[in-house]
Each structure stands twice: as structure tokens, then as C-alpha cells.
């Protein structure tokens, strides 16, 4: 079964740090772009970040380029969002997403999601 | 690219037809998606390439448009199609931008 799990949401003070994981199983991770979509409370959705599959390339929305950083682990299927300098408007449930294709930017897989909460 | 959906919220009973609308601000061509998110999960591919089914989606489901006018028509609302609706431009790929949403929702 394809799949994405991802873990590291909290509530965290505003300017500080958090790190997602998001692991994946059932493709071959080492294929695909991937990416991370967030989704603030009752509102649209959102693409932050993507990265390619040998992590040559990176790209941000925006609003978190210079606080976010992706990453990847190829030998442990995995994902990664280090955020910094966090603020209440990154509140938002975070999801690990994977890219149909180099070709086609469409999201064909989605993690449960995993919640992040900036409050003092 | 700004993505623009009509209308916010589309009420309509089942078994009938459904007709979301999406603009883009800039010619985007076909490369469009759509998603389906129903309350508490994640959202789900439906269609990308403005009109290409994705894997295990109902025939009832389908894309049309190019340029800067797409549309998402549900030929026949089941109960659990109604959800709220997203499109989403890749277009400058790999920069992507999602529309608001349109809600579907019993009549």
C-alpha cells in the first residue's frame, strides 16, 4: 500500500523551531519529487516547499523561504520540514504530499497530515 | 498565477449535476488539477492535466478547459461526493497555487 505518515506537530511558542518527518512505503521513494502542503484552520490549502529526488533542487513558497528548509533521506524513505523562526500565521495542519511526476506537478499522495500550533 | 474558483458554495440535491468553475489569472494551459478534501481527511487527487482521471476516480467525475477556464462537472452527485473542491495551477511548476474552494453541499 502506498503510504505517507507523518509525525512532529505540536504546539510551539512563536520564533521557535520544528521539525516534520514524513515517512514513506509502498514506491519507490528515490522517484519522486515531494513535497509539503499546509492547510491553516477552515481555510485552503497551501504549497510550501518541494525537493527533487537527489536534493539538488529545493524550492519555497514565498512566506517561509529563509525559516524552512526540506530535506530528504533516501535511504530511510523519508521527508523532512525544519522550520524556524516559526509564527502564528504557520499555523496549520502540514502534509506530506508526493508529485505525480516531473512532468505533471499534480499530488497524487497525501499523508493523515500532522498539526502544527504558534501560541504563546 | 492567481486561481479564482466559482461559486464559494454550490448547493444542489443528489443525483443531480454539479458545475465548479476555476480561472486562472494567466494562460496556464492544461496543466490544472483538481482535489476533492471531505471534512478531517486529506484531500484527494481527482484530475489533473485539466481532463486525465486519476487512478480509481468514478467515471462521473471529469475535467474541461484550457487556458484560463476550467470546470470540474459531477455528472451525478453520490452522498459522499459532496465535499469542498479545489483547483490548482502547475503551470510554472515546481511552483504550484491552489483556488479558495468550492463547497458542495446538499440541497
Known amino acids: 500500500e502506498v503510504q505517507l505518515v507523518e509525525s512532529g506537530g505540536g504546539l510551539v511558542q512563536p520564533g521557535g523551531s520544528l521539525r516534520l518527518s514524513c515517512a514513506a512505503s509502498g514506491f519507490t521513494f528515490t522517484n519522486s519529487w515531494m513535497s509539503w502542503v499546509r492547510q491553516a484552520p477552515g481555510k485552503g490549502l497551501e504549497w510550501v516547499a518541494n525537493?527533487?529526488?537527489?536534493?539538488?533542487?529545493?524550492y519555497y513558497v514565498d512566506s517561509v523561504r529563509g525559516r524552512f528548509t526540506v530535506s530528504r533521506d533516501n535511504a530511510k524513505k523519508s521527508l523532512y520540514l525544519h522550520m524556524n523562526g516559526l509564527r502564528v500565521e504557520d499555523t496549520a495542519v502540514y502534509y506530506c504530499v508526493r508529485d505525480l511526476s516531473q512532468q505533471v506537478g499534480a499530488f497524487d499522495v497525501w499523508g493523515q497530515g500532522t498539526m502544527v500550533t504558534i501560541s504563546s | 498565477i492567481v486561481m479564482t474558483q466559482s461559486p464559494a458554495t454550490l448547493s444542489v440535491s443528489p443525483g443531480e449535476r454539479a458545475t465548479l468553475s476555476c480561472r486562472a489569472s494567466q494562460r496556464v494551459s492544461t496543466n490544472v488539477a483538481w482535489y476533492q478534501q471531505k471534512p478531517g481527511q486529506a484531500p484527494r487527487l481527482l484530475i489533473y492535466g485539466a481532463s486525465t482521471r486519476a487512478t480509481a476516480i468514478p467515471a462521473r467525475f471529469s475535467g474541461s478547459g484550457s487556458g484560463t477556464e476550467f470546470t470540474l462537472t459531477i455528472s451525478s452527485l453520490q452522498s459522499e461526493d459532496f465535499a469542498v473542491y479545489y483547483c490548482q495551477h502547475y503551470n510554472r511548476w515546481p511552483l504550484f497555487n491552489f483556488g479558495p474552494g468550492t463547497k458542495v453541499e446538499i440541497k
Open positions: 525537493i527533487k529526488q537527489d536534493e539538488t533542487e529545493k
